[in-house]
């Protein structure tokens, strides 16, 4: 036999010796490593199948949207709803529904101090109407409507005035009348068109709070009332003299024409197209528009009935009265057809009605002598009030709010 050992004398075989082994060492390293990438690339493969893509599959595609133009926004969300506008801290403009939910502010003036809102109306359902004026005494004031679907603003009008107080558009929106303020003097205005007339001018006393005058178009279209203060000053030749103010309202034919004037008398009101309602003394009295001749609505021997209002559906009149000398105010009710007046809210006063059944008003616990009859309050409240069950909804809250409904 021979040997294969090398110390051992005997030959390698050829063959043997010249064939290379069949695996390297740093071949088996290079298998070894392939094989390690190969088991995360499967096992990231299934954390992908299993977490990942179910996740992708079940969120939306992300849409790239074109850029609109300003005045295209979506639908207001309770642009179809029953709503009112508040103004607050003359800066701010809001809607709400008569729920006191979904408020939603349309325009603010906090990047321009030099200007305010003083008050609001409603053209339509989806239009809202305001008056924006600046500081300054005999400035500009201008009269603008907001689309609450698109946002458009448009001018309705503008004047030289210190102050717009209230104004009204005719039910077929051709005509505008607004109180007018420059300085001391106060102006009943009836705008057409592009044609602007004003009715009667005078003097009158400052009413920060707006609450001392009213104006609004018959629903037949066919008067329009205005109502104000007037400061009539004391005669320079009598020393004993004094200035005489008292509030006054005017009824006019959309022509311009007057066909009615009442003085004494605040917070008119309409029964129906033909007949007016109104403040005088301590009394709400009614009368034919034209024709001479009063009559009694309801008479207030207690208490002092302030800024009345009637409701939508002509049955019932809200007001607020001063208690205890002005220590506390309380919300009231008089049912027409039973002349029951009723006692429904302590601490709530200029209500302002959103249907049959719902007033707003500003509560004001911290009200309390001079200052309720100058409104002059630190904080107030917006709340909405159901005459039925007394319930309150709290809306908003600032040193000032002017509220108007639909």
């Known amino acids: 036999m021979d040997n294969l050992s090398p110390n051992g004398g005997g030959n390698i075989p050829e063959e043997f010796a010249k064939k ?66 508040y103004i607050k801290n003359q800066n701010e403009i809001w809607i709400v529904n008569t729920d006191g939910q979904e408020k939603q502010l349309v325009s603010d003036l906090k990047d321009n101090s030099e200007n305010i809102y003083t008050t609001l109306k409603w053209k339509s359902d989806t239009e809202l109407g305001y008056s924006l004026c600046n500081n300054e005494k005999n400035a ?24 717009i107080t209230k104004f009204a558009y005719s039910p077929d929106k051709r005509y505008v009348a607004f109180i007018s303020v420059t300085e001391n003097s106060l102006a009943f205005n009836l ?14 006393v400052s009413d920060p709070s707006n609450i001392n005058s009213r104006v609004f178009f018959t629903e037949n279209n066919e008067y329009v009332i205005f109502s104000g203060v007037k400061l009539e000053p004391a005669d320079p030749k009598d020393k004993n003299a004094k200035p005489k103010i008292y509030s006054v309202i005017q009824v006019y034919l959309l022509n311009g024409t007057k066909v009615d004037s009442l003085t004494n008398a605040t917070d008119p009101f309409l029964i129906d197209n033909e007949t007016l309602g109104y403040k005088r003394e301590n009394k709400l009295i009614y ?46 009710v008089l049912d027409i057809n039973s002349n029951i007046q009723r006692n429904i809210l302590r601490g709530i ?3 302002k009605w959103l249907d049959n059944d719902k007033v707003a008003g500003i509560k004001a616990d911290n009200c309390a002598g001079i200052n309720c009859q100058l409104y002059e309050f630190q904080v107030i409240s917006l709340v909405i009030v159901d005459i039925n069950n007394a319930s309150v909804n709290l809306v908003d809250q600032g040193k000032s709010i002017y509220a108007t409904a639909r």
């Open 349 to 351: 006063l200029l209500p």
């Open 191 to 204: 705008k057409s068109g592009t044609v602007s007339n004003r009715l009667d001018t005078f003097q009158t």
């Open 20 to 85: 290379p082994p069949l695996i390297y060492p740093k071949t088996i390293k290079l298998i070894l490593l392939g094989l390690g990438a190969l088991v995360v690339l499967i096992s990231a493969f299934i954390v992908i199948k299993q977490f990942i893509l179910p996740n992708i599959s079940k969120t939306e595609p992300i849409a790239v949207e074109p850029i609109k133009p300003i005045n295209e926004n979506p639908v207001n969300p309770i642009s179809q709803k029953p709503k009112f506008a």
């Open 287 to 332: 009368k034919k528009i034209g024709i001479d001749g009063e009559s009694e609505i309801s008479q207030f021997t207690d208490t002092e009935v302030n800024n009345p209002v009637i409701s939508p559906d002509k049955t019932n009149i809200a007001y607020w009265t001063g208690v205890d000398g002005f220590t506390n105010v309380v919300l009231g």
């Open 140 to 163: 500009n004031c201008s009269i603008l409507n907001i689309n609450l679907e698109t946002k458009a603003v448009t001018p309705e009008l503008s004047g030289k005035y210190s102050s």
